[in-house]
């Protein structure tokens, strides 16, 4: 059972448009949210979060917005740069747990 | 600067044999973390430690065992390596925060 969902496998935009990556959550007791962008060969890095008491964060080209009455949040970048192709990984937590739940992940490809 | 450090970029193993796995984070952390990445399925927790000799299952734990002997160390163990384990192997770290620091990963192949 996923409780942390990304519909989309990829996602395609041309240099210097916005990209929106998706991310759903079936999880009522997840209050903290973060996304995670991952190179290949890499590990992930950690790009932004957000807390369930706010529906809006924002950290240079990247907001992160939730939506917690639909359980969905989405990753903005403006503009869109091709660095920054990769795949982005949506993921939750909540509680006293120490885990994170991953989705499945987004590849971007912004293409000049 | 968050800094976590695995054994072995890549690693090829047969069938079989036992495989270790180990990951170095030096920010002191006390809770550490074993993830597999594979095509599709995202990042799939194997396990996990919140302290010096304490560890927990994830959700696939399966044909793995972990040792946590020093906090700053966390070692994933294969006792027998399998095809089907053949994956990225990922280990991460965390503090006080809930963001997990990751480090750069090992590909492991079993033949």
């Known amino acids: 059972d996923q409780q942390v969902k990304q519909n989309s496998p990829s996602l395609s935009v041309q240099e210097g448009r916005i990209s929106i990556l998706n991310c759903d959550y079936t999880n009522s007791m997840f209050d903290y949210f973060l996304w995670y962008k991952k190179y290949p060969a890499e590990g992930p890095t950690f790009l932004i979060s957000?807390?369930?008491?706010?529906d809006k964060n924002e950290d240079g080209r990247f907001t992160v917005f939730l939506n917690k009455s639909a359980k969905h949040l989405s990753l903005h970048i403006v503009p869109s740069q091709p660095g920054d192709s990769a795949v982005y990984f949506c993921?939750?937590?909540?509680?006293?747990?120490?885990?994170?739940?991953f989705g499945k992940g987004t590849l971007l490809t912004v293409n000049p | 600067d968050v800094k976590v450090t695995q054994s072995s970029r890549y690693l090829v193993k047969r069938t079989g044999e036992k495989v270790f796995l180990e990951c170095v984070q030096d920010?002191?952390?006390?809770?550490m973390f074993w993830y597999r990445q594979d095509p599709g399925l995202g990042l799939r927790l194997i396990y996990f430690s919140y302290d010096v000799k304490m560890k927990e299952k994830g959700d696939i734990p399966e044909g793995y065992s972990v040792s946590r002997e020093k906090k700053e160390r966390f070692s994933l163990i294969l006792e027998s390596a399998s095809t089907n384990q053949t994956s990225m192997y990922l280990c991460a770290s965390r503090g006080r925060g809930a963001e997990q620091y990751f480090g750069p990963g090992t590909r492991l192949t079993v033949t």
């Open positions: 993921a939750a937590s909540g509680g006293s747990n120490y885990k994170l739940t």
């Open positions: 920010m002191d952390h006390e809770n």
């Open positions: 957000i807390s369930s008491i706010k």
